[in-house]
């Protein structure tokens, strides 16, 4: 039998250049979903540009709630418009020093944002920096799940995975055991509502470009069990991703090795195929 994984590129929407890179790799077979950044100024226009390739992925919302602005004011959150770095805003969150209403109304907007530009409900939620897993944050993310993907059968990214196998890949092994700890709540709740979700959660690294993309990648994808989702972060260089996010070589070091015949026969040696969650 042969194994699968899914790979979903974050951020589509945030700046032009990554939506290119993204839309290729769709376009090639490359990616199978990718969480849109709907909050962005880019988000309509990319959102078109996205609309023919509609059945050759699943597109999702990349729930915002860091760095950038909001849609909607959000006077406790971001009272002069912008949203707080991820460090401030977990803080918050563990401390539950958020408003919940607040929380839930911008990320009504921001899936709003994607109803009114692809037509329909998303196919899946996530959250930028991995925000939905968080406490007071979570709980709107279940409630919008509830009463808008469930009809149609839209998954929920889970960033929990067993700290065992992250230290067996050794790959920036205390950041991911972090991020995988905060979502150990999460992936309870997602099981006890019957949400479906990925099993395991992999792809963090830290961006620096010391380990070549080819085998992270490797290691990021071997011995893959049911519904294994890899995030990645294609995409190409702007004026405008420069503008707004510290991250930008590194994607197009990504957007090429997956672009390439190194990417395939990668999977292919080992009897890996790309599939959809």
Not at 67 to 76: F, K, L, R, T
Not at 235 to 257: I, N, P, S
Request: proline letters at 6%.
């Amino acid at each position: 039998m042969t194994a699968s994984i899914t790979l979903c590129a974050d951020d589509y929407g945030l700046a032009p250049g990554l939506g290119r890179a993204i839309r290729a790799l769709i376009a090639a077979g490359r990616l199978q979903a990718t969480g849109c950044m709907t909050a962005s100024r880019f988000w309509p226009d990319e959102a078109a540009l996205l609309k023919p390739l509609e059945g050759k992925a699943q597109f999702g919302v990349h729930l915002m709630l860091t760095d950038h602005a909001p849609i909607g004011e959000m006077p406790d959150l971001a009272p002069d418009g912008r949203l707080p770095g991820i460090g401030a805003l977990v803080k918050r969150s563990l401390l539950r020093r958020l408003d919940a209403a607040e929380i839930k109304a911008e990320l009504e907007r921001q899936v709003e944002a994607f109803e009114a530009a692809m037509g329909r409900p998303p196919d899946f939620l996530d959250g930028h920096h991995h925000v939905h897993q968080l406490p007071i944050i979570r709980d709107a993310v279940l409630d919008i799940w509830r009463r808008r993907l469930k009809p149609g059968g839209g998954w929920v990214r889970s960033c929990w995975e067993n700290p065992v196998a992250i230290l067996g890949r050794g790959i920036d092994p205390v950041r991911a055991t972090i991020i995988a700890l905060l979502g150990l709540r999460f992936r309870r709740m997602l099981k006890t509502a019957g949400i479906p979700h990925n099993r395991s959660f992999r792809g963090v690294y830290d961006f620096s470009g010391k380990v070549p993309y080819a085998e992270l990648f490797r290691v990021f994808t071997d011995a893959p069990g049911p519904a294994t989702l890899v995030m990645c972060h294609p995409g190409l260089v702007d004026e405008a991703l420069k503008a707004c996010e510290w991250l930008t070589g590194q994607r197009e070091v990504e957007y090429r090795f997956l672009a390439s015949d190194d990417c395939l026969e990668s999977l292919d040696r080992r009897g890996i195929a790309l599939a959809s969650l």
